[in-house]
Nanobody, 125 residues
Framework: QVQLVESGGGLVQAGGSLRLSCAASGRTFSSGTMGWFRQAPGKEREFVAGIRWIGGSTYYADSVKGRFTISRDNAKNTVYLQMNSLKPEDTAVYYC??????????????????WGQGTQVTVSS
């Protein structure tokens, strides 16, 4: 089993920054991927960013490209999401997810096997 624990959410003004962390414990999968998704009230869960443990290739949703950066620390089994220039529309619960294997898609939530509990990000205008 894999446990994912997110941290770093909070309340920030528009234009501000936050950094989310996702610590993975238990069995981890070096050939897999990690992703961040978010879900705003009344909306479906959407992909934000993904990264592969090996090589570190990344992929972003168009809505966050240029503002958010995903990174990983393999030694700590931790993935980060640096969020800059935050907008009110970024307000959501952010979830970390882990896939045992890279399936060719970062953005398909069905590619992921494990999910964290989520952390709230609120951006005020």
């Amino acid at each position: 089993q894999v446990q994912l624990v997110e941290s770093g959410g909070g309340l920030v003004q528009a234009g501000g920054s936050l950094r989310l962390s996702c610590a993975a414990s238990g069995r981890t999968f070096s050939s897999g991927t990690m992703g961040w998704f978010r879900q705003a009230p009344g909306k479906e869960r959407e992909f934000v960013a993904g990264i592969r443990w090996i090589g570190g290739s990344t992929y972003y949703a168009d809505s966050v490209k240029g503002r958010f950066t995903i990174s990983r620390d393999n030694a700590k089994n931790t993935v980060y999401l640096q969020m800059n220039s935050l907008k009110p529309e970024d307000t959501a619960v952010y979830y970390c997810a882990a896939a045992r294997y890279y399936t060719g898609s970062f953005s398909n939530d069905r590619s992921y096997d494990y999910w964290g509990q989520g952390t709230q990000v609120t951006v005020s205008s």
